[in-house]
């Protein structure tokens, strides 16, 4: 007879899956991020404290690809794009060169190997360690697996996120491979089984090739996975976890740990499935932020075992020189590193979030115990490094970069006052905004003052015109100017004085200054193209939209809380207020009666004027906490 399956864990780790994020938001106020609250619940309730959270062998299989998962969905958030991205012109200047991930990420790569080596010679030169190597490459590593889910809510943080991800990955990785190759050569001596680690990159090119092949001399099949996309087959879903298992198994097949295959396999779906086109990412990140990964961190907790430290004096010195290592040995290189371009206060937020440190620390004991390298002390010591670093790390990143309150939707300010800007204007106010005009020909904003805009006469490079038009206040700029170098004057005043505000402008070429500062790029080529495309394609819609009459049709982003989850039906959307499409992900949705809606879905609505316009406000309240 088989024996009989507990799914008893399993329930535990899922109710406590639930409610954490609920608990350590209440208790924090948001400042710190469930996967800390998931690992001490993980201890309470595992073997150190009540011990209700047994070894089983289905828990541990579903903890550890709710690891792989978690480095899947952390490739899977990098931006191929930004890495490609050249450094332009100005790349001698500091504050341009080290907004580039790949830049930043080499630097803080090499200034980590270099503290940490001192750090861990210091302490070995003490008689406190013996070997050398495993701990050097344990302490300049990092935990990608932490980073990506506190960046994961972070998103208003921009180009920075990229930066710290895509240096969280070379530490990491450059961790995992020279541990892999030490187990190796202890395990089984120096030979071919090192050289098997080139297998990995080496797979990854060959599907990123065969892919593109594949899309140009089998389009045939290509338009069969599109269509098998949103069936019930979900395809696309099933081909993206297959990916991963298969990195997964390669990873397993060379020897090395599963965190290289599966962000190889992120990687690989990152750069095959561009960000904009499907939900796929959407059903991935709930998949696996639902269940995989909270399991993962749960069950880290549960079986971390502190036995060691009660049982020799030694960990007790080790705990403070290991945790002032972890934290100097990232704090210093990114302190030097990030201030230049982001300033002291992201640069110390992110050295914290780097000093997390997790998986390596897990896979450095289990190889250590096998070959002996560590003593008890050491190992005892590691795991309370491990413990403190991955609480203390999220936390100190939140306090650091606390999230702004969200502003009120309502304000938009117009650089240039020529026909785009005089013309946009009037369609932003339409939509809701208080709009302020900027331009330094003052007859150019006679008109819109007679219109009732606010307006303001001066040059926007100026700091003083910046602030009359107070611009910390709004919520988007827009620039309408010729000139790139006045362009990019006032993006980087703007910049100056507001360094989250969204920045929107048209270019005639890609300007690669304006990417250093986050500005948000249109060329005039690719604005035409979709122009004319939606007049040939939609006649009828488009020249509603491009009208400049009061249409009863608008577009709207949906911010308010109180409208998720409900169907349209039931929303009270008065005045005969129809919802035309939705956006969601790159996807057009048509909806029904029994649609529901999601946060920041665009909606485009057709009615009645005033209808419209009460509808375009009431999906579009910022403050998600009113429930007027």
Do not use: C
Request: charged content about 15%; cysteine-free.
């Amino acid at each position: 007879m088989e024996p009989e399956i507990d799914f008893a864990p399993l329930l535990l780790v899922s109710a406590l899956a639930f409610l954490i994020p609920i608990v350590t938001h209440r208790l924090s106020g948001g400042k710190v991020p469930s996967v800390v609250g998931e690992i001490a619940a993980g201890i309470v309730f595992g073997q150190t404290v009540i011990g209700v959270i047994d070894a089983n062998v289905w828990l541990e299989f579903l903890s550890l690809f709710g690891f792989a998962y978690l480095m899947f969905l952390a490739g899977l958030e990098v931006d191929t794009a930004l890495l490609a991205r050249p450094l332009g012109p100005r790349w001698y200047d500091p504050r341009v060169a080290l907004r580039h991930p790949m830049v930043s990420g080499v630097l803080l790569l090499l200034l980590a190997l270099v503290v940490s080596a001192l750090g861990v010679a210091l302490i070995k030169s003490w008689g406190l360690v013996e070997d050398f190597w495993l701990l050097f490459f344990v302490f300049s590593a990092t935990a990608v697996g932490v980073i990506a889910p506190v960046l994961k809510d972070r998103a208003e943080l921009g180009g920075f996120n990229q930066v710290i991800l895509v240096a969280g990955f070379l530490i990491e990785f450059t961790a995992i491979v020279a541990i892999g190759i030490i187990a190796a050569i202890d395990r089984q001596g120096l030979g071919v089984e090192a050289l098997l680690l080139l297998t990995l990159p080496a797979a990854f090119l060959v599907l990123l090739l065969g892919a593109r092949r594949g899309r140009t001399q089998l389009p045939s099949v290509v338009r069969l996975i599109d269509e098998l996309a949103h069936t019930s087959a979900q395809l696309k879903i099933r081909g993206a976890l297959a990916l991963l298992v298969i990195f997964v198994v390669l990873s397993q097949v060379v020897g090395t740990e599963l965190v290289l295959g599966s962000f190889f396999a992120g990687l690989a779906l990152t750069i095959l499935s561009p960000k904009q086109g499907s939900s796929m990412r959407i059903k991935l990140d709930a998949l696996g932020y639902g269940f995989f990964i909270p399991i993962f961190f749960i069950t880290v907790g549960a079986t971390l075992d502190f036995d060691a430290l009660f049982e020799t004096a030694d960990a007790a010195l080790l705990i403070p020189a290991f945790i002032i290592i972890a934290i100097v040995g990232k704090m210093a290189p990114a302190l030097l590193v990030l201030s230049p371009a982001y300033g002291v206060r992201r640069a110390l937020a992110g050295g914290a979030l780097f000093s997390a440190n997790l998986s390596i620390i897990l896979a450095a004991v289990t190889v250590a115990e096998d070959t002996g390298q560590f003593g008890e002390a050491t190992s005892a010591a590691l795991l309370v490094v491990a413990l403190v670093s991955t609480a203390a790390a999220p936390w100190s990143f939140n306090a650091l970069l606390p999230k702004r309150a969200p502003r009120p939707v309502g304000r938009a300010i117009v650089v240039g006052a020529g026909r785009a800007g005089g013309e946009l204007a009037p369609r932003l106010a339409r939509s809701g905004l208080q709009v302020t005009v900027i331009d330094r020909d003052a007859a150019a904003l006679a008109d819109l003052a007679t219109e009732g805009f606010e307006t303001v006469v001066g040059d926007a490079r100026e700091a003083s015109v910046i602030e009359a038009a107070r611009a910390d206040s709004a919520e988007v700029v827009v620039i309408d100017v010729k000139d790139p170098e006045m362009a990019y004057g006032v993006a980087r005043s703007l910049r100056g004085r507001a360094r989250d505000l969204r920045i929107v402008t048209w270019v005639m070429d890609h300007d690669p200054r304006l990417d250093a500062l986050d500005v948000e790029m249109h060329t005039f080529g690719s604005a035409t193209a979709v122009a004319l495309e939606g007049a040939v394609l939609h006649p009828g819609l488009f020249s509603v939209l491009g009208s400049g009459a009061d249409s009863g049709l608008e577009e709207v982003l949906v911010r308010n809380a109180l409208v998720l989850d409900v169907p349209l039906r039931e929303l009270p959307l008065h005045g005969g207020v129809r919802a035309v499409l939705v956006m969601r992900d790159g996807e057009v949705i048509i909806p029904e009666g029994d649609t529901t809606l999601a946060l920041l879905d665009q909606v485009t609505l057709g009615g009645e004027p005033t209808a419209v316009r009460e509808a375009f406000h009431f999906l579009g309240r910022h403050h998600l906490e009113d429930h007027d």
